[in-house]
């Protein structure tokens, strides 16, 4: 880009009068039609919240919107610990200002309002898995998506609750969703927001049906859609065996309506293995990336398992944050109180190697330590990646959000 076309370009918030500006180059990005959408208007407004203050960000030209990225403020469960994180969204640049490093110094602006909000992890829809893995995002979630025929539909008998059909905003649904949430690895911590995402998304032909127990207690619901003689499951949350049970025999109940029955959940859902006839359709999808934003925050945060008077050296190299790229050496003491200190990367290096989007995949527990060990993808001390094989937590991440 020359000299005289930088002048003309400048990175700012987007606000929300530009919302149009926004929209169009939503609709340019991602090929919305105006078939795909009943209104423009309404698809405008349905984005108007995005354009909070300081949620935006883009390169403008004579005032013009060139290039954009959002970031919406939610949170997230990592092993029982809550953490704040960035929802990054409406992604998109002008072919035209294809190759000008727009993008990659938006997404650094943005992570470091992130890294200043306290935000120290980011979550996002990849729509190109290589061009994030270059920015330092990497895989956390899996989804498994299942056929099952009406044959194969389980029948419980000893089902005692009972399940009800209610209406899409009933409140009990929230306080089973957190209930999940709050035991489950690498969920979304649903705020408003997140739950006007889902339903934005989610929203055409959906049904609602809660399970209750004999006492009147919601311990499950689900989202489903009955179209065209199949059963499509959207969205299964139960909190026990009961729930389970009494969810799949409202399901089993449309046997008489439907020929299949289309579902999907995160990848460590035994939904075959619990089948009578177990010999469904399967298949598993790589879903959504995670990136840690600032490691010495996220590790002050990180609930490592018990260990004592032991000291872990990592050497981290991240490809947009300076402050992320370095040795980090992590020392528990003899009550197991655990200190963070940071250093510049230097030539000879102690401890473990790895990149951000290692360390992040590792700690959210996707892939294991010796695993990346055996791919190249951790080098170095071999018995620090045995310690970390029992300092990290072994519950997978599961992710049902989409935003």
């Not at 409140?171 to 006007?196: C, H, L, P």
């Amino acid at each position: 880009m020359n000299t005289k076309h930088q002048e003309q370009l400048m990175m700012r918030t987007i606000k929300e009068e530009e919302l149009d500006q926004f929209s169009d180059l939503m609709k340019y990005v991602f090929q919305v039609s105006k078939d795909m959408i009943d209104d423009e208007g309404q698809m405008r407004k349905e984005k108007s919240h995005q354009l909070k203050p300081g949620t935006a960000l883009g390169w403008f030209e004579n005032d013009k919107l060139i290039s954009q990225i959002v970031t919406l403020p939610f949170q997230v469960n990592i092993h029982g610990v809550i953490y704040d994180m960035g929802g990054v969204t409406g992604i998109g640049t002008y072919p035209e200002f294809a190759g000008y490093g727009l993008m990659h110094s938006l997404m650094k602006e943005s992570l470091k309002n992130m890294r200043d909000a306290g935000q120290y992890i980011t979550y996002l829809y990849p729509y190109s898995i290589p061009y994030y893995r270059k920015k330092g995002w990497e895989m956390i979630s899996d989804r498994i998506e299942y056929e099952i025929k009406d044959t194969q539909l389980p029948k419980y008998n000893d089902v005692t609750g009972r399940m009800r059909r209610v209406e899409l905003e009933e409140e009990d649904v929230k306080s089973v969703y957190d209930q999940f949430a709050k035991k489950t690895n690498g969920a979304m911590i649903r705020n408003q927001m997140a739950w006007d995402e889902w339903f934005r998304e989610e929203s055409v032909d959906l049904q609602l049906a809660v399970y209750y127990t004999d006492e009147d207690v919601p311990e499950g619901y689900l989202f489903y859609r009955v179209l065209d003689e199949k059963f499509y499951i959207e969205e299964m949350i139960y909190l026990n065996e009961e729930a389970r049970r009494g969810i799949w025999q409202f399901i089993s109940a449309h046997l008489s309506m439907v020929y299949y029955v289309k579902g999907k959940t995160c990848v460590h859902e035994p939904v075959a293995f619990l089948l009578e006839d177990c010999e469904i359709k399967q298949t598993i999808i790589p879903y959504y990336m995670g990136r840690i934003v600032d490691i010495k925050g996220f590790l002050e945060k990180y609930p490592f398992k018990h260990i004592e008077n032991y000291t872990l050296i990592l050497n981290v190299e991240d490809p947009l944050l300076e402050w992320n790229t370095g040795k980090f050496t992590i020392k528990w003491d003899a009550e197991g109180n655990v200190d963070i200190a940071y250093e510049e990367m230097k030539s000879e290096t102690e401890g473990i190697t790895l990149s951000i989007q290692t360390l992040t995949t590792m700690l959210l527990s996707y892939k294991r330590p010796k695993f990346l060990q055996s791919v190249n993808r951790i080098t170095g001390d071999d018995s620090m990646v045995v310690a970390l094989e029992s300092l990290i937590p072994d519950a997978a991440p599961c992710f049902f959000d989409y935003f």
